[in-house]
């Protein structure tokens, strides 16, 4: 589904990504783990162009979207994003906030872009929260509103930067569920996380960064029982 070829990131005369190859396969959930700084979100980030890589490509679906031609915004649709931090819209209620994109892009009647609004309230949990304002939410809430917003869309690929990581330690776990559902149906996923035990639990593959690369990657099996470099060794200790 995306392939990446040789890419590179610098900011400035920063390099963060230093040639980065993958292939992210439809149905496939890739999990990236790897020490603060190591270049995770920017890779995220440059996947659906939130980011302009410097060189290299990056191919969704077959058509090369780091060409100049290429419609940024028609290509992010495709890909639902969802941050550390929610970024939901304050001033907005849960249902609008996850009907906003459709009724600006989709070419549907609002009624049914409603109906679609409360049928993926009910698959997050939240049906109650329909008319809620996000700072009355929990963390926990707030992020499976921001999952549902972005399946709003019906994106091919979720892509997650740290889902948990703003999260008060009981409330990661409706998140995740949440996740994995999402998975049992067969969404194609990349995740950033430090959530070890989940991470092997979902991931087909495991990629370990570290500054600017992929150091490592494997099978969770391989990555997390058998890791062959030190780098990674170091870092599974440390948080395991
Ligand atoms: P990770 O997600 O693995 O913690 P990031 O991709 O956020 O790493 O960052 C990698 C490096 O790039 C860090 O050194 C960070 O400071 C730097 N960086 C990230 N975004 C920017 C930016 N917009 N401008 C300048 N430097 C950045
Ligand atoms: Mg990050």
Do not use: W
Not at 30 to 57: F, M
Not at 126 to 145: F, H, M, N
């Amino acid at each position: 589904m995306i392939y990446v070829k040789d890419l590179y990131k610098n900011f400035g005369k920063t390099p963060v990504l230093s040639g980065i190859n993958q292939h992210f396969k439809k149905g496939e959930v890739t999990v990236i783990i790897g020490p603060s700084g190591s270049g995770k979100s920017t890779l995220l980030r440059c996947l659906n162009l939130l980011e302009a890589p410097t060189s290299g490509s990056i191919i969704f679906d077959g058509q090369n979207i780091t060409d100049k031609k290429a419609d940024i915004n028609k290509i992010r649709q495709r890909m639902g994003m969802v941050f550390q931090q929610f970024n939901l819209f304050p001033h907005n209620n849960v249902i609008n906030n996850i009907m906003l994109a459709p009724v600006h892009v989709k070419r549907m009647p609002q009624q049914d872009i409603y109906k679609r609004g409360l049928e993926l309230l009910s698959r997050v949990g939240l049906s109650s929260k329909e008319k809620d304002y996000p700072a009355s939410l929990s963390g926990g809430q707030k992020q499976r509103i921001a999952i549902a917003r972005a399946l709003a869309m019906d994106p091919e690929v979720m892509l997650f930067d740290e889902p948990t990581s703003a999260l008060d330690p009981e409330m990661v776990g409706e998140v995740l569920d949440v996740i994995k559902n999402l998975i049992k149906e067969g969404m194609t996923m990349v995740i950033v996380t430090h959530e070890m035990g989940f991470a092997r639990e979902v991931g087909d593959r495991i990629l370990f960064m570290d500054r600017g690369t992929i150091l490592e990657e494997g099978t969770p099996e391989e990555v997390f029982s058998n890791p062959k470099h030190q780098r990674t060794i170091e870092f599974l200790s440390k948080v395991l």
